[in-house]
């Protein structure tokens, strides 16, 4: 359940473009309207886009002062790649 979530919050184009924007940020992170310009997108979707990420464990949010800074979660991604990875080299023995 939890690689199906995360694989549906990536497979929408400004989500995903939003999420390598936020890991190139790393560790500062990025305002969502920093985010939206980055990835060129209209500033009111973003939040949409990033509560989808947040709820798939993707992206953390920290309120400083008025503004709220959102942040990159890689180990969903790299919990999901090793998986993946797995799932490939057991497919890849069995065609042997």
Avoid: W
Avoid at 69 to 75: G, Q
């Amino acid at each position: 359940m939890r690689a199906f979530q995360i694989m549906s919050a990536l497979a929408q184009a400004s989500r995903f473009a939003a999420f390598r924007a936020l890991v190139e940020a790393l560790p500062e992170g990025m305002a969502s309207s920093d985010i939206a310009t980055a990835i060129g997108t209209a500033p009111n979707t973003m939040s949409a886009h990033l509560a989808i990420l947040e709820r798939a464990g993707l992206v953390s949010s920290e309120k400083i002062g008025r503004s709220v800074v959102y942040k990159a979660e890689t180990a969903p991604a790299e919990d999901l790649s090793s998986f993946l990875t797995h799932a490939c080299e057991r497919g890849k023995a069995s065609r042997r």
